[in-house]
């Protein structure tokens, strides 16, 4: 299984917003860090701002920070809320062409790993993955 570009993206930016709490960040300055495209990353901001856990503020001195508390973020909710599906094998879409679906013992075992996997995730919030901003290789202000 493997999570989209889109997913850790936005596991990425709500990090980074985590660990400046204390101020607003900026989209120039996570795309610099990451080295993320901007286009991708404005993206993930309108995903993440209208699931309701980024807030953006705007004007000349504007810029993002969390809507809610990193122990209030779960990281299972985050990645449902971005991940399209966790259609891991063809017969899991709907328009399924494999001969063997109704009969089939794998689908039943895969379905059961995504719901450990989620339930794992269930497990943690965005305060367990907090970093110091200086963690991010940022100069801060002295």
Same mark, same amino acid.
């Given at each position: 299984?493997?999570?989209? +570009?889109f997913?850790?993206?936005a ?5 980074? *917003?985590?660990a400046?709490?204390? &101020?607003l ?8 860090? /990451?080295?993320i ?8 901001? +309108?995903?993440?701002?209208? *699931?309701? /856990?980024?807030? *953006?503020?705007?004007? !000349? ?5 969390? @809507? ?11 990645? !449902?809320?971005? $991940?399209?599906?966790? *259609?891991?094998? $063809?017969?899991?879409?709907? $328009?399924?062409?494999c !001969?063997?679906?109704?009969?089939? &013992?794998? @689908?039943?075992?895969?379905? $059961?790993g995504?719901?450990?996997? +989620?339930?794992?995730?269930?497990k /943690?919030?965005? @305060?367990?993955?907090m ?9 801060? @202000?002295?």
């Amino acid at each position: 299984m493997r999570l989209t +570009n889109f997913t850790d993206y936005a596991l990425r930016l709500l990090m980074f *917003a985590a660990a400046h709490e204390d &101020r607003l960040i900026t989209i120039e300055e996570v795309t610099e860090v /990451y080295k993320i495209s901007r286009g991708h990353l404005m993206k993930v901001t +309108n995903s993440l701002t209208r *699931a309701g /856990y980024l807030k *953006a503020v705007r004007g !000349r001195s504007g810029g993002l920070k969390l @809507a809610k508390s990193p122990r209030k973020i779960r990281l299972g909710d985050v990645v !449902r809320a971005t $991940e399209p599906d966790f *259609a891991l094998v $063809e017969c899991f879409g709907a $328009e399924s062409q494999c !001969r063997i679906t109704r009969c089939c &013992r794998l @689908a039943p075992i895969l379905r $059961e790993g995504i719901s450990a996997f +989620n339930t794992v995730l269930d497990k /943690y919030t965005l @305060a367990d993955l907090m970093l110091r901003p200086r963690d991010f290789g940022m100069r801060t @202000a002295a």
